[in-house]
């Protein structure tokens, strides 16, 4: 038993992508300096709004400035490239969507290792995001669009951001848990598709709630449905979809959150993990977080390192079966 208990901690720490050398002299004075945090989205995404109320309350908690840098392009990589050639000495971090793993899938190659060249801090919040269709759409909840997609197999269109984006995967992942299948129409970026579901171009698309509740009030939107398994403080009325589509432990959540370079001692990850944590958990940041439509997610290293896998797993899973062709 005592050998297991060993074996397991091991595998564990390799995982996460902690250092389990003795405390080097720079964690003794850590922090020494600023701490520099990659963003690799643009400013006033919604990295990059979750990101900055959460380092703010790190920075007074840990006495050093936190400065955010937008280091935005190709879905995130052009910014993890730079955290992942980072020293490994506390003082660059990266805030950081689910896309890191999936980009795993959707990259033919990558400048760096998705998970041996990151240390996972923990999570910062959830992306849930909501089935939004065209009012001229003759449905009124999840199941009467799934009905549909089914007497119209492959005629719906719906609108993404592009091909392995959050709202490509998210609607992927709903069409095969509903056995239905959609027309995919991808645009260059959030705005675009929109624009095109709000002009009646397409027909449905998956929105992170912020983008769609103005819309869904106006009634220029109709909300079938969360990707949580519980309603949303932002959008009361909306059910999931685990119940409004007849999907029972349906989930897609896209995290956010903070990783550092590959073998960042210990003793750093754990004090950062734990001002993280506390930084999420206060009531002032809750509000922040949940002001920009995003739920904040309390978890340290090991869980953020076992979700990660389990995302791997299932983006891997879904390229695969919408033929998605990587980049």
Known sequence: MKNQTIVSAAALAALAGLS???????????????????????????????????????????????????????????????????????????????????NASTYKTLSYRTFEDFTPIGFVSGQPWVLVVHPSLPVKTARDFITLARSQPGQISYASSGNGSSPHFGMEAFATAAKIR???????????????????????????????????????????????????????????????????????????????????????????ATELMRAVKDPEVRRALESQGVAPWVGGPEELAGRMRKDFERYAALVKSIGLQAQ
């Open 182 to 272: 959609l027309m995919h129409v991808p645009y260059r970026g959030g705005p675009q598709s929109m624009a095109s579901l709000l002009g009646g171009e397409t027909f449905a698309s998956t929105a992170t709630l912020p983008n769609a509740i103005g819309q869904v009030k106006a009634n220029r939107l109709k909300a079938l449905g969360v990707s949580t398994l519980t309603r949303q403080s932002t959008m009361p009325d909306v059910p999931p979809l685990a119940e409004s589509a007849g999907l029972p432990g349906f989930e897609m959540n896209p995290w956010i959150a903070m990783l550092g370079p590959a073998n960042m001692p210990r003793p750093i990850v754990d004090r950062l």
């Open 20 to 102: 389990l050398q003795p405390l080097p002299a720079v964690a003794q004075s850590w922090p020494a300096k600023p701490i520099r945090v990659i963003v690799p989205w643009p400013g006033g995404g919604s990295n990059d709004a979750a990101a900055r109320p959460v380092v703010q309350k790190m920075s007074e908690a840990l006495g050093v400035p936190f400065v955010v840098e937008n280091r935005a392009g190709a879905a995130g990589t052009i910014g993890a490239e730079v955290v992942a050639r980072a020293p490994a000495d506390g003082h660059t971090l990266m805030v950081h969507s689910a896309t890191h793993v999936s």
